[in-house]
């Protein structure tokens, strides 16, 4: 059955469903989901900003919502391992990480520029090319505001838009490849995300330090667990609004 309680709400609070997904940050069809499966539920961060918005509680909107004890207790689990910076991370796992992929392969950066630099990471791009694998690369607009202040705030100014365009250069023989495809964004990133299939490594960015010097979470995804589907569900926001491009050239 519809989720009535949710739909009665929404419409009793006088918005729309497009108004109530805009103030949440999702799609109207997530929302519209939400009503008509009712086996949908929105992660718990979605069912308390929603429940805020409305003015009801949670428990009314979704009666079996589960436990903050049992949610940090799946979540516990979707932690491999922190890394106090990336490169503490062990160069074998970037490889490994990937090289298991078969749904998903993702690279949200703004540059990645060390990435774009091993050649057994071009051939790993390749196989999975090969293999049907989709790829997708999501590095930032080199003229965007966000890589402009990403840049201040490394202490590296301009030289992070250059980092982007010599990031695309190196990437070149990649472009065309079946099922790999390159989109530029201009979103402010609080983290690098590489994410294959059901893990990922959450590269966390701080003010005043470079990447290679923040933390790093690996994370797999847990049943019942809401960490990773947070980040990847920002991957899938991010690849949203990025701009495609087909050539280095297109910056």
Do not use: C
């Not at 979605?46 to 979704?62: E, G, N, P, T």
């Not at 490169?87 to 749904?103: C, F, I, M, Q, R």
Request: hydrophobic share 40%.
């Amino acid at each position: 059955m519809a989720n009535e309680r949710l739909r009665g709400a929404i419409v009793e609070s006088g918005l729309t469903v497009e108004q109530v997904a805009a103030r949440l940050g999702v799609s109207a069809k997530t929302v519209d989901r939400w009503i008509t499966e009712p086996n949908r539920k929105p992660y718990r961060r979605f069912q308390y900003a929603a429940a805020s918005l409305l003015r009801r509680d949670v428990s009314y909107l979704w009666s079996d919502e589960r436990t903050v004890e049992e949610v940090v207790t799946s979540s516990d689990s979707e932690l491999l391992k922190l890394y106090p910076h990336r490169s503490a991370v062990p160069t074998e796992l970037w490889t490994k990480l990937y090289a298991d992929a078969t749904a998903h392969f993702d690279v949200l950066v703004y540059s990645g520029f060390w990435l774009t630099e091993d050649p057994g990471f071009h051939r790993l791009v390749r196989e999975k090319s090969t293999a049907g694998v989709p790829v997708r690369f999501m590095l930032g607009d080199p003229a965007s505001p966000p890589v402009a202040v990403r840049g201040e705030d490394e202490g590296i100014g301009a030289s992070m838009a250059a980092k982007i365009r010599n990031a695309l250069m190196n990437y070149g023989p990649l472009f065309g490849l079946p099922g790999v495809e390159f989109r530029l964004h201009q979103t402010t990133l609080y983290n690098s995300i590489y994410r294959a299939d059901h893990e990922l490594l959450a590269n966390g960015h701080v003010y005043g330090v470079g990447a290679y010097m923040a933390p790093v979470l690996h994370l797999q995804r847990v049943p019942g667990g809401e960490l990773f589907d947070t980040y990847a569900e920002s991957v899938e926001r991010v690849w949203e609004g990025a701009r495609s491009i087909t050539s280095p050239s297109e910056i």
